[in-house]
T-cell receptor
Framework: GNSVTQMEGPVTLSEEAFLTINCTYTATGYPSLFWYVQYPGEGLQLLLKATKADDKGSNKGFEATYRKETTSFHLEKGSVQVSDSAVYFCALSEGGTYKYIFGTGTRLKVLA | NAGVTQTPKFQVLKTGQSMTLQCAQDMNHNSMYWYRQDPGMGLRLIYYSASEGTTDKGEVPNGYNVSRLNKREFSLRLESAAPSQTSVYFC?????????????FGPGTRLTVT
């Protein structure tokens, strides 16, 4: 079946460091891919998305590229801030079903 | 434009009590979802509603019932709460889940069953 695998956290970085959170997926079709962010005590917010191979999603300095050849959608940011501390979820929707598959989340902590 | 709203934000129940979690969206979305979030397990789908008038089971439906009251509202009912249902519950909506549009989430309900 479809699945999403994220790197385990927590990830702890100093402010202005480079961030990568790995995400790989398995899917039988051509899924849409998403990154969501969850701040403490809040619901998930869409961070970025990509709907086809080689698409790059970007928002608030975060980027992720849909790589079909490696079935990956890694999240990157060039310079993290303390305010980026949150839990990040990778997710996919294959379309043709109503279901979305989420990774288990990666907690990021950024130190000043 | 409030997006997705959920009530209540917090609830404590005793084993065997019942309650209904309310969810409403004002984005004219067709598809709505209920998830539970437990530590280390990500999000698990309880029930979903593809469109007004339809509901379907997700990954963990046991112990829950749902009602799609109209296009805006989708409620989740616990008939006889159990400690295993202690969790954070999120409602979400999507313009059209069949086409893979992104989901929008409510702020969550933190439920404790003692």
């Amino acid at each position: 079946g479809n699945s999403v695998t994220q790197m385990e956290g927590p990830v702890t970085l100093s402010e202005e460091a480079f961030l990568t959170i790995n995400c790989t997926y398995t899917a039988t079709g051509y899924p849409s891919l998403f990154w969501y962010v969850q701040y403490p005590g809040e619901g998930l917010q869409l961070l970025l998305k990509a709907t086809k191979a080689d698409d790059k999603g970007s928002n608030k300095g975060f980027e992720a590229t849909y790589r079909k050849e490696t079935t990956s959608f890694h999240l990157e940011k060039g310079s993290v801030q303390v305010s980026d501390s949150a839990v990040y979820f990778c997710a996919l929707s294959e379309g043709g079903t109503y279901k979305y598959i989420f990774g288990t989340g990666t907690r990021l902590k950024v130190l000043a | 434009n409030a997006g997705v709203t959920q009530t209540p934000k917090f609830q404590v129940l005793k084993t065997g009590q019942s309650m209904t979690l309310q969810c409403a969206q004002d984005m004219n979305h067709n598809s709505m979802y209920w998830y539970r979030q437990d530590p280390g397990m990500g999000l698990r789908l309880i029930y979903y509603s593809a469109s007004e008038g339809t509901t379907d089971k997700g990954e963990v439906p046991n112990g829950y019932n749902v009602s799609r009251l109209n296009k805006r509202e989708f409620s989740l009912r616990l008939e006889s709460a159990a400690p295993s249902q202690t969790s954070v519950y999120f409602c979400a909506s999507s313009r059209d889940g069949l086409k893979g549009y992104e989901q929008y989430f409510g702020p969550g309900t933190r439920l404790t069953v003692t």
